[in-house]
């Protein structure tokens, strides 16, 4: 009877062990549009599926990539499905995105707009801004803390700038593009904080 007990005594172990980790696990919440969910952490690996800003998940497991960008292994719990995830897409506590979105108008005459606010910890900014392909973007920014972020999304979700410095390039596709202010991944979960004013042309 003694060794009958023992596998009575393994599954209650296991089950215990698999609710502690359960209560372990760390919710979440997406925060962006249509964020990319890739196969393992790098913006280059194959993209498994996509999430919407206010998707809950849970924190399976965290690395830091060659890049120094922090990444989440995260799992929906809806569907089980899991892949990685930038953190600065990423707000822990499974708390609704602290960020907003304002649409970019030009002046009648004009071809640019300033805009400016503050932004702290994983929250961010994001702007629209309709432009047509062919045509110049230009932004710069300045602001009380070096560790601002632009990042400069195409209609399509793909990345065309993301960074610090002044910047112009030539828009690939038409449609409405989002421009988001945020402090760099590194410094979000210190909750380093920042005003800024982001100056944006379009010719």
């Known amino acids: 009877m003694k060794f009958r007990a023992f596998p009575v005594l393994v599954t209650t172990l296991a089950l215990s062990l698999a609710t502690a980790l359960s209560a372990l696990a760390q919710t979440a919440t997406i925060q962006g549009n249509r964020v990319n969910v890739r196969r393992y952490p790098s913006t280059s690996a194959e993209i498994q599926s996509y999430a919407s800003a206010g998707d809950r998940v849970e924190i399976v497991q965290s690395t830091n990539a060659p890049d120094g960008a922090l990444w989440y292994m995260v799992m929906f719990p809806n569907t089980g499905v899991r892949g990685w995830v930038r953190s600065d897409l990423v707000r822990l506590g499974g708390q609704p995105p602290s960020s907003s979105t304002e649409r970019i108008s030009f002046a009648p005459g004009t071809s640019g707009a300033t805009v400016g606010g503050r932004v702290q910890g994983t929250q961010s900014k994001n702007y629209l801004l309709g432009a047509s392909a062919g045509q110049t973007i230009t932004t710069a920014i300045t602001g009380t803390s070096p560790h601002l ?17 002044n910047w112009s390039g030539v828009l690939p596709i038409s449609g409405d593009y989002q421009l988001q202010v945020r402090m760099v991944p590194e410094m979000q979960q210190s909750g380093a904080s920042g005003e800024y004013s982001l100056t944006v042309a379009v010719r």
Request: overall charge neutral.
């Open 149 to 165: 972020q632009v990042r400069v999304i195409a209609p399509n979700g793909v990345d065309i700038y993301v960074g610090s410095a």
